[in-house]
């Protein structure tokens, strides 16, 4: 079985500024976590954590799909066992709004689907800040 988790969060800004949040790894590493992330199609890398008890703190992740054209981003998403894929899609709205759809598929279960709805919400408030200045 796997599952899939779609999320859309909006905000204020220009289209150019929600794509380089998603694609700049200084800007990343403001809202999600450090890394060291390329927008190039078969990079491979990381967001680093800190390490706890039930988790060494790494992401590994290697980009598939980088269409600037369409706003469209996609890369693999691999703690533990479990192997994901994230797909980003931003859309203009109009009006000085943008919209951002997140799509993860690969889960195995729905703790992990749901401990992913946390992460990512928490993350756009970050981004939400960032993304306001």
Known sequence: MSLKLELDFQY???IVKAWSALTDSNMLAKWVLPND???EVGHRFQFRAEPNQYWDGVINGEVLVVDEASRLLSYSWAVGEEKHTVTWTVQELGEGK???HLEQTGFSNVPALEGARYGWTNWHGELAKMLAQ
């Open 12 to 14: 204020n800004t220009s």
């Open 98 to 100: 943008v919209n951002l």
């Open 37 to 39: 992330f390329k927008p």
